[in-house]
């Protein structure tokens, strides 16, 4: 039996791909393929039905498959492409194969339908499978990237050590956080770590526990950490919550946070030599020409 | 095998080096506090560094030891605790409060003296 | 659910070789430095409760593995007196034995997943698994 609808369909690929390709065009005015070149549409959509066939004769060879959905994904064209196009296909070829038929009884009907999608679920199956494997191949791609600009670690003078904060704070991402800084505090040798929330959007409970958490690791492994950054609303917001960062060394900016490491440290910033004096230096060179 | 504590000037100076079980851990105590009674010494540094497992119970030895030596006057500095270490312990939730930390052997010799005031 | 391997607990010098074992066992996983602390620690303080409490037990070790991702499910039996209160021991801070009261709440944050059967009279199984992060 289904030899035979083989063969019809084999013979008739013509037709077949005619039919198939008025339906699939008219699919193209309301779908998200609007904007590819009609030019570049009509040979994909060639490419496409030769590519069925191709599957149909060999029994389910899908090494073409693979190529066309591999090209497919490059061109970034949406899975709906190929999805809607089988389904047309599937549409049309039972349509065919019926009109074909003499004598169109239950039996028949369902023997032409198990045929069809005997030669297109493998297909979907394979071209699907190629594409959210695609997907998946960028979340973790995409995962990866965002885990390296995570939490840099930037050590600004002996001892001193600045992590900027950027972006929301989830638990996933406060575990990251947390062993990169200590590691960093390990290889920069550092004794204090100024931690800057400037670019954190909101602080909830969550967010300062983790941060809590965080300073209370730094000090167990023999350094001090400050937290900086802390805009007035984010003061408002920690205060309303409830939350007790009274263990937690503070500061309003970065700038107040290194002055009080550099203390820390035992260190202060001089000016080499002082505005005034330069002008005064200046004044007596030229009062002496 | 005992922990070797060493005599530095006033100081005491203790590397843990091996895996810690709860017996070796008591024994480290009463030796500890024998050594402070014996020699007299103001400041005591241990150095975890090698150490890469501490659970609850050896954080309460480690704890107890550093109120213990506290009480007979002397000040206790935990240095090399490994990231991964505290981390575990945070996360326990032990969080050894009113112990001085340091990063390293020398860091904690520093701090040592800076809180001895010497 | 087949265990791989599994320690039997009843000396105190146990408890150092069960957390040896699992940290082997987390590091052979791929689980990175703190991961393997975290799940060695956990499984110091299971073995301890089994020490402490019941006297006599064991940890079992296994990988598991779904779909996409593998991990260390880590199982403490014994049949000792079981708990009475369970929802007091997950208390932060509770402890009958002078401790830090750190156990199981801490377990409970070190691992993944944890899930506690207990009768009295009969015995406590502790279940909790860590998965590896990808």
Known sequence: MESRFTRIVVENSNTIVQMWIKEIDSLKEVNYTATISDSLYDSTNREFAEVIFTSIRNQGSTNAVEEFSGKIIKLGWPLSYIT??????????????????????????????????????????????????????????????????????????????????????????????MEGLLQGVIKHNSEVVLIDITGVPVVDTMVAHHLIQAAEAVRLIGAKCILVGIRPEIAQTIVKLGIDLSDFATKSSLKKGFTSALEITNRTIVDLESKEEKVEKLIHLLQGE | MPIPILKLHNYLLISIQTEIDDQTAIEFQEDLLDKIHKTGASGVVIDLTSVDIIDSFIAKVLGDVVAMSDLMGAKVVLTGIQPAVAMTLIELGIHLQNILTALDLEQGLIKLHQELGV | MTPQSFVTVYKEWDIVGARQIAREMAKELGFNVVDQARIATAVSELARNIYLYAKEGQIHYEVVETMNKKGLCVRAVDTGPGIKDISLVMQDGYSTSGGLGAGLPGVKRLMDEFDIQTKVGEGTTITTTKWVRL
């Open chain 1, 84 to 177: 809607d196009g089988l389904q047309a296909f599937r549409r049309v070829t039972t349509d065919f194969i019926l009109s074909q038929s003499e004598k169109v009884d239950t039996d028949y009907f369902s023997n032409v339908l198990s045929s069809v999608n005997h030669w297109i679920e493998p297909i979907i199956r394979q071209l699907v499978n190629d594409y959210t494997g695609s997907w998946e191949n960028i979340l973790s791609l995409q995962r990866v990237a965002l885990q390296e600009l995570s939490a840099p670690l930037i050590p600004v003078i002996d001892g001193i050590t600045i992590m900027p904060l950027i972006g929301t704070i989830d638990t996933e991402r406060a575990k990251l956080i």
